[in-house]
């Protein structure tokens, strides 16, 4: 008190007030800094909850279809609710005895099976079902790609085919390539298929299938960029759905022959 005192004496009534002010505005600065760096830590933690996981050593195959989007929940080895699909994949991909996944995103639902299993139960709209795959054969069909928008490196090779119907990009692979598709058939029975995913284009369909020596041909569908690559030359026999298109690999001997009749024909016209 005799020092508050003596301060006021020597400072006077306005310069004790005004010193009091400084106080407070820098013990206010204090207390707001605090909260705002709780606030910042807070929002990183959630940022990292929501962030998909990197998990570069896993490959993933879609094996949901139009007849069945799940296994019989009874053989699982673990199920529970999880934050996004992505949490569901590392949690099995993180799990060596993991082989298989399916996850409904609407209660965002996990379920692990320690072997591969059938999709034989109803998709109700929101089950997908991922399938564990080896490096070699998931070459390329990662679901959540961090490449898919990259296109394929374009090398000197003749154009491939292009379906009457449909206008085809003209970026080359390394490959020659027989379009199949007929009036009302355009792809092969997806049971058949030795993979199966989504790409960015056309383009990036071939160059999986002409990366792999097993592939002979693949069927890419244009409205939803799926791709199926079969390690046989297989019979188109499923329905186009105006938006199916099939191709067949060829030897480099069988494309320069195809291309030469090409362009004799397009010569007599």
Known sequence: QARLTTTQGCLGPLAMK???KIVAVFCLEQILGAYALKTAQRNWLVAQEHKPPVNPTTAWKDVSSAGGCRCLESSHSWGGPVSNVHVCKEKCATDSSCKQMDYESITKWCNLYPASCDVTESCEGTWSAFRKM????GLGFEEEAAHAHEKPKA???PASPVAPSVTEPSI????FWKNVSTAHRCRCDESTRSAGGHVSDIDVCKERCAMRSSCQQFDYQTTTNKC???SAS???TQSCDGTW???QKMSAEEGLRFDEQKAAHAHEK
């Open 228 to 230: 199926n690559i079969y």
């Open 172 to 175: 080359p692979v390394a490959a």
């Open 245 to 247: 298109l099939a191709f």
């Open 155 to 157: 090398v000197t090779t």
């Open 134 to 137: 080896s490096a070699e054969k």
């Open 234 to 236: 297989c019979s188109v």
């Open 18 to 20: 005004f010193l009091l």
